[in-house]
């Protein structure tokens, strides 16, 4: 599930220098003073032991990456990567995953053979709530 910084967060900053994925940047409102895009956070947790304040906590709203709610977790994707934010597709901003020893593929519009096959549930979330950044 993806991380989210509540109210507590003072705007120290090192979340954003421990998180590797870049998805930690400066937010618009005064309230919460960093923010986690949920399409970049790939549950790694580095920036959950550096905050000062505990105030990052897991999202319940998400899906955890290669867990909870992904479908890479199922023996059906086994060996399967995720882009993890990086790319997406260009056409419907869904993650792209790529089979064993295969090219890069929209976990959306299509799967290698052309058909439909599972879909990431984080862009699926995203889409649905309209977050920037979804297609």
């Not at 900053?13 to 998805?23: L, N």
């Not at 977790?73 to 995720?82: F, H, I, N, Q, T």
């Not at 997406?88 to 295969?102: I, K």
């Amino acid at each position: 599930m993806a991380l989210r910084i509540t109210d507590a967060c003072f705007g120290c900053g090192v979340c954003e220098a421990a998180c590797p994925q870049r998805a930690i940047t400066q937010g618009e409102s005064f309230a919460v003073v960093y923010v986690i895009d949920p399409l970049a956070c790939n549950d790694c947790m580095e920036c959950v032991p550096v905050c000062p304040v505990y105030a990052i906590v897991p999202d319940p709203e998400w899906a955890v990456c290669h867990g909870r709610g992904c479908p890479l977790a199922s023996s059906r994707y086994a060996g399967w990567e995720c882009s993890e934010g990086e790319p997406r597709c260009p056409a419907c901003g869904a993650m792209m995953w790529r089979p064993p020893g295969d090219d890069w593929v929209c976990s959306a519009c299509r799967t290698p053979g052309g058909s439909r096959g599972a879909r990431c549930p984080k862009t699926e979330r995203a889409r649905r709530i309209g977050v920037a950044g979804s297609a």
